[in-house]
């Protein structure tokens, strides 16, 4: 059997160290029938450093040569003032535009012994499990015509387009009701049909593609409602399904719930299933170089790529319940706080996962 290939974009900052971390944790696996073959390239500052573009060539060619992408983050404050293309972030924006990755997947779950690091009452979020599927190449953010204007009289105005073609929609909600498949199949459908035309259509569409899904439970709230419900009672949701601006909103919401940031992976899909996987973090310059990033995110990431690049729901499962362990048995990296033990660095704590894996 052909091993698949992984891309390995480490980027900048804290971004080599936790994904040499998920590396390892993919390489002790062994998960099914699975062989890994690696190729890593540079991506943001440290392709900028060495080759004057935040995303080169080679890497561009890398990432779509292969089967699925393993990525860190990017973002260096030594070039906070370069023109906006030689910025390290342009690297993931293209690469995200380049691979057509339209499909953004983003869980926000709560591990038992963690729900404390949420600023939210424990009761309301012990066993939150839910996932965000957000639509990420469409909508406001990227309608035409859009732009400032001046008005007769002076005065200028600000204007975009919320637009959404009817395949736009029957392929996002495809991947949210697939997902709701491998889960507790019910559907959330986010918009504001009550006042948006493009929302009308996309709560129409989305009705039409959940036919094809009879045993998905589907539901349709607005966004204003979802954003409440989100914090008064969140364990309610299973699979939300997001256009790319309410998206954009209620997965930052949902993934505070959560109260970590260095516990949350993420994957963006394209139409194909090839994926891009990565923590919600950044480059984390501020703790860069130390050895102490939670390198948790970027080992969910990995389960992530195992389950919806490699269809192994039984190696992703296995890395999920290897991180739960770990944490049940009090090992905390500095960013979760409170743990009873000294925290552990990222090797450390990598070196944990891959020793649950095992048992
Ligand atoms: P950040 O996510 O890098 O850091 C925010 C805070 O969380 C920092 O205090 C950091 O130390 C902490 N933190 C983040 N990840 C952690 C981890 N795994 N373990 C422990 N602590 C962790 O966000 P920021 O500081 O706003 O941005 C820093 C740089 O990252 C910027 O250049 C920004 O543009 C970039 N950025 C990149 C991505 C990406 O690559 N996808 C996402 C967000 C920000």
Avoid at 69 to 82: C, M, N, Q, S, Y
Avoid at 133 to 145: C, H, K, N, Q, S
Avoid at 183 to 207: F, G, I, M, P, Y
Avoid at 238 to 253: M, P, R
């Amino acid at each position: 059997m052909k091993p698949a290939r992984i891309a390995i974009l480490p980027g900048d900052g804290i971004g080599p160290e936790v994904v040499a971390e998920a590396v390892r944790v993919l390489k002790a696996g062994a998960f099914d029938w699975l062989q890994f073959e690696f190729v890593e390239a540079p991506i943001g500052g440290a392709a900028l450093e060495a080759n004057d573009d935040p995303l080169p060539p080679r890497t561009l060619a890398a990432a779509r040569s292969a089967d699925a992408i393993l990525f860190g983050a990017v973002g260096d404050p030594r070039f906070d003032t370069a023109p906006r293309a030689k910025r390290p972030e342009q690297g993931l924006l293209r690469l995200r535009q380049e691979l057509g990755l339209f499909a953004n997947l983003r869980p926000a779950t709560v591990f038992p012994g963690l729900e404390a690091a949420s600023t939210l009452k424990p009761e309301v979020i012990e066993g939150l499990d839910i996932l965000i599927v957000r639509e990420l190449t469409g909508d406001i953010y990227f309608g035409l015509p859009r732009g400032i204007r001046a008005m007769p009289g002076g005065e200028r105005e600000g204007f975009g387009t919320m637009r959404y073609t009817e395949g736009e929609i029957r392929r996002i909600a495809r991947v949210a009701f697939e997902a709701a498949r491998r889960r507790a199949s019910r559907v959330c459908s986010v918009d504001k049909a009550n006042v948006l035309e493009t929302s009308q259509l996309w709560r129409e569409t989305v009705t039409e593609v959940g036919r094809d899904y009879p045993d998905v439970q589907l539901d349709h709230m607005y966004v204003d409602n979802a954003a409440m419900q989100l914090v008064r009672s969140p364990r309610q949701f299973d699979v939300l399904l997001t256009g790319n601006l309410f998206g954009d909103i209620l997965s930052d919401e949902a993934s505070m719930l959560t109260g970590s940031i260095g516990m949350l992976p993420s994957a963006s899909l394209d139409e194909a299933g090839k994926g891009l996987y990565e923590p919600i973090h950044g480059s984390a310059p501020d703790i860069a170089g130390k050895g102490i990033a939670n390198p948790l995110a970027t080992i969910l990431s990995a389960a992530m790529m195992l389950r919806y690049s490699f269809s192994s729901e039984a190696g992703a499962a296995r890395i999920e319940q290897a991180v739960a362990r770990v944490l049940r048995s009090g090992a905390r990296t500095a960013d979760l706080g409170g743990g009873a033990q000294a925290p552990v660095g990222t090797r450390a704590m990598g070196d944990l996962v891959i020793s649950e894996l095992h048992s």
